[in-house]
């Protein structure tokens, strides 16, 4: 995810115990109405965007990257 620097590692992790420790109340709403799949991409993209917003370098999702 993040492109290396330790910092950037420390900073995921404490974000990632927030998430784990106090989910935000939408993750359970999502996971009633649309399943637990859904719900843990729900949670990982709420983790990037709070990554983002802390400054770790993250890259965005590029779908011309990626072929089905």
């Known amino acids: 995810m993040a492109n290396g620097s330790s910092s950037d590692s420390g900073t995921l992790s404490a974000i990632g115990s927030e998430m784990k420790s106090n989910p935000p109340s939408i993750l ?10 859904r719900a843990e991409s729900q949670r990982k993209a709420i983790l990037l965007s709070k990554a983002r917003a802390a400054g770790v370098k993250i890259p965005s999702y590029n779908a011309n990257k990626f072929s089905k």
């Open 28 to 37: 359970r709403a999502t996971r009633r109405k649309f399943g637990a799949a």
